[in-house]
């Protein structure tokens, strides 16, 4: 459509803060070799650390639970620097460590005490040890981090507590957090080992969990760190891990809202690796739940780059157009990813609306739009058929709004005569039926607003879009584009339609009117004026027939 919208995001998945990350073979057990005495040593001074419990959380015994820390820390550098070559010598205080770093953990039960924590400057210290040489004492760390900036710790009603939250977020920040992170991801992707690619999750969830607390670190990252090529150099792996998965959910979050992380991965070849990670699913269906989460965390990072109009171009130049089409004549699980794909390339962008004609892509689009959609557990959801709808809508008027005139622009309007104007029939088919639903909406407001719980007119404007007026602005506009190719046969099966449900050219003009008040300058000056421009004709047109 004309005015680009960028529909809504998954929300974040929940986790289990208890329970470890799936596996990391796709379901194959491996045999690791595991030093049993180091475990041993561990296994006991867990089960004596847990023989001693904690008093009760407050500033006094926090202090105790800092200093212990600081303490063994210190023992620990000291020993590594006085027997560098002699693991034997160190491992002990190696332990001690690993112990007053899991004794930390308990601060995520206490959000109130995050403003002590950082007074008492420990932050530092926690950090530093992302570098140690040992990676397992890195790996507490994350978990440590993890389990304190967990927005579950905080209860959403309590300020206070959320106000602890943010401040821990930004001093993590200040002590350079985010670049830690990522420098210790390249550490540990470079393993095999489980408990470190498990760190790698957990790695991500932070940073996912620190974006919930400060929006501003989607972008802060980006601009500090390499986490765009390592999150790229993870879609480029074939085989399906966890770590994959979390890697395209963290890429969509990192994209989403934010033009500069969007153009940013546009150059970084980002369209294309993106697109070379979906086309594996061109012939095939994910083999979990899982997987196809990724699939479709995959397809929210593709729409998410094909916002800034240089990502459009990259995508028309790399084949996207006609991978979309493939994906969609293949009628698997990503049929209708691929249609929102090409709804957010053609918004506001001829050259693609031009390709999308060209590569015979017509017949795919008006095939979904007569709702001969492929049919599966998922696709039988209502809910799933009206976003699908509503694509597949969006699409034509975009496709109407980028080819305005010659063959393709022929080719275009001759899909509404064929077959006995059936297109038109659909058409004015689901014109009633948004109609209605708007209609519904705006007797429910007027209702409230009798019972004294007034809205303003942005807020009574916002609830019509939600019930469905964007579709049916859309629908209007198209309606628009056909009135003014003045084809007789167009004109007259549309006057006879909306006779039959006792409505006039009157109704369509008083959509279009509402949606020309309504146009917003997201996309410029000049591009707000062009479509009320265009809005107008197809106004007046309708008076003036």
């Not at 540990?188 to 969830?205: G, H, I, K, P, R």
């Not at 109009?309 to 699980?333: C, H, P, S, Y």
């Amino acid at each position: 459509m004309e005015i680009a919208t960028a529909r809504s995001h998954n929300p974040k998945r929940k986790r289990d803060a208890t329970s470890p990350p799936p596996p990391y073979s796709n379901g194959e057990t491996t045999t690791e070799e595991i030093d049993l005495s180091l475990l041993d040593a561990i296994e006991k001074s867990q089960s004596l650390s847990k023989s001693q419990p904690i008093e009760t959380l407050d500033p006094k015994t926090l202090k105790k639970l800092i200093l212990s820390f600081e303490r063994k820390y210190k023992e620990n550098i000291e020993s590594r620097l006085k027997y560098p070559d002699q693991p034997e010598k160190f491992a002990d205080s190696e332990i001690d460590l690993h112990n007053e770093l899991h004794k930390l953990k308990i601060l995520s039960s206490a959000p109130e005490l995050y403003p002590d924590l950082i007074n008492l400057n420990t932050i530092p210290s926690v950090l530093s040890l992302l570098s140690h040489e040992n990676t397992d004492i890195a790996i507490d760390v994350i978990q440590l981090l993890q389990d304190l900036t967990d927005e579950d710790v905080v209860e959403m009603s309590n300020e206070n507590e959320e106000e602890s939250m943010k401040a821990l977020v930004n001093t993590l920040i200040e002590n350079n957090v985010l670049e830690l992170l990522v420098q210790n991801l390249q550490r540990l992707s470079d393993s095999d080992d489980q408990d470190e690619m498990a760190a790698v999750y957990n790695t991500l969830a932070t940073v996912e969990n620190m974006i919930e607390v400060e929006p501003k670190v989607a972008e802060m990252i980006c601009e500090k760190t390499r986490v765009l090529k390592w999150l790229l150099g993870k879609l480029k792996v074939r085989e399906f891990d966890s770590n994959k998965q979390y890697a395209a959910e963290i890429l969509s979050i990192l994209l989403q809202n934010s033009e500069a992380n969007q153009k940013k991965l546009g150059q970084m070849n980002g369209v294309d690796v993106v697109l070379q990670a979906v086309a594996m699913y061109k012939s095939k269906d994910p083999k979990s739940g899982d997987e196809e989460e990724m699939v479709e965390n995959l397809f929210d990072c593709l729409c998410c780059l094909l916002m800034p109009l240089e990502n459009k171009e990259r995508f028309v130049k790399a084949e996207g157009v006609e991978l979309m089409i493939i994906i969609i004549k293949q009628k698997k699980l990503a049929y209708g990813s691929a249609i929102r794909a090409l709804d957010f390339a053609m918004t506001n962008y001829p050259p693609a609306c031009e390709r999308f004609v060209d590569v015979l892509g017509l017949k795919t689009a008006f095939a979904a739009f007569m709702g001969k959609i492929p049919m599966s557990k998922k696709n039988k959801k209502e809910r799933y058929q009206e976003e699908l709808e509503e694509r597949v809508i969006s699409l034509i008027a975009s496709l109407f709004g980028g080819i305005l005139r010659g063959s393709r622009r022929e080719r275009l309007l001759s899909k509404f005569v064929e077959n006995e104007c059936e297109k038109i029939d659909r058409l004015m088919e689901l014109y009633i039926r948004y109609s209605d639903r708007v209609k519904e909406e705006t007797k429910r407001m007027d209702e409230l607003e009798l019972d004294d719980l007034e809205m303003d007119a942005d807020e009574r404007y916002n609830r019509k879009l939600e019930s469905g007026l964007y579709t049916l602005q859309s629908i209007a506009i198209i309606l628009g584009h056909l009135w003014c190719s003045e084809h007789p046969r167009m004109r007259a099966r549309i006057e006879l339609l909306l006779k039959q449900q006792k409505l006039t050219k009157s109704d369509v003009k008083d959509i279009l009117l509402e949606y020309h008040d309504n146009i917003g300058d997201l996309d410029g000056p000049e591009e707000k004026e062009r479509v009320q421009a265009r809005v107008l004709k197809f106004i007046s047109a309708f008076e003036l027939s």
